[in-house]
């Protein structure tokens, strides 16, 4: 790790920086989110082979990917407390496991039009766009909420805006090219 890395432990450290990721000297946000979408696959996968069809085409298997979001939440919000003591500030760019939720969240099953062709990258662009411009209740859980929980808030909504986009455009995609 860095040597800015402090008093937590390695197990601790690889959580925070999502495996590393986040010590990216060049968009560790974005790197971060990048190293969320193999987790995105293979949840997906998972909760397929429990509800039987594809979770991206019905909410079936929702159940299992909604107890591994909360999971990474819960997670992240305990190995980010401990990241901001060891970083020495609150979000340090280093901490990226709350991209991983934010893209989680982004890519939360459909509701109705089923996937979008490439459906993994749009989650991503959308995802990376909310949690860069951190529009409203986004900018809002950045700046007043302390701690891990409110490294973790922000890109939760960061996500379900972009979730709600991707219901859009799916919605969109259906009525005019399906």
């Known amino acids: 790790m860095t040597q800015a890395a402090g008093r937590s432990g390695l197990p601790v450290r690889l959580l925070y920086t999502w495996f590393g990721l986040g010590l ?3 968009a560790p946000g974005t790197c971060g989110t ?19 069809h594809p979770v991206w085409w019905t909410l079936g298997g929702w159940r299992f990917y909604a107890l591994a979001t909360l999971t990474v939440f819960l997670i992240g919000w305990w190995a980010c407390d401990r990241g901001e003591a060891d970083l020495g500030g609150h979000d340090d760019k280093r901490m990226v ?31 990376r766009l909310f949690d860069i411009w951190k529009p409203g209740l986004v900018g809002w859980a ?37």
Do not use: C, H, K, N
Request: charge should be negative.
């Open 24 to 26: 990216s000297p060049r």
């Open 34 to 52: 990048a190293g969320a979408i193999p987790l995105y696959f293979l949840v997906a996968w998972l909760s397929e082979r429990i509800a039987g």
């Open 97 to 127: 496991i709350d991209e991983v939720l934010g893209y989680l969240v982004t890519m939360f099953p459909l509701l109705g039009p089923g996937p979008l062709p490439l459906s993994w990258l749009w989650g991503f662009a959308l995802f």
């Open 142 to 178: 950045d700046e007043r909420i302390p701690g891990g929980l409110g490294v973790m808030l922000d890109d939760a909504a960061a996500g379900s805006m972009a979730w709600a986009s991707m219901q859009i455009l799916g919605l969109g995609y259906v009525y005019f090219l399906g």
